[in-house]
């Protein structure tokens, strides 16, 4: 069974960095289309950034030039590195992923079918 599980999560100052760390488990991790996505309370989930198998990457808007994704293939190990952390950036990450997810869906969190359970980020002001 494929299983994502995350960690790295925290409580941080604005302005701070934390990277967050996925570790998938029950499959061949190069074969998988990966996502991080995030909710905060209230609020609809929203995909935050996406890797493909040929290592395209798309990222949201609200993330750009902050947020890094990277992977290590050899531990099966996906992770976001996230910089100057914002209080809107507050919220439970989860780590998502297929064998295969659409162009045009890759920030969708309804395109994944394997999640974690999740690792929540608190940033204060």
């Known amino acids: 069974r494929v299983q994502p599980v995350e960690s790295g999560g925290g409580s941080v100052q604005a302005g701070e960095s934390l990277r967050l760390s996925c570790v998938v488990s029950g499959s061949t991790y190069n074969k998988f289309c990966m996502v991080w996505v995030r909710q905060a309370p209230g609020k609809q989930r929203e995909g935050v950034v996406a890797?493909?198998?040929?290592?395209?990457?798309s990222y949201a808007d609200s993330v750009k030039g902050r947020f890094t994704i990277s992977e290590d293939q050899a531990k099966n190990t996906l992770y976001l590195e996230m910089n100057s952390l914002k209080p809107e950036d507050t919220a439970m990450y989860y780590c998502a992923a297929d064998f295969w997810v659409p162009f045009n869906a890759r920030l969708r969190q309804n395109a994944y079918t394997y999640w974690g359970q999740g690792t929540q980020v608190t940033v204060s002001s």
């Open positions: 890797l493909d198998t040929d290592g395209t990457i």
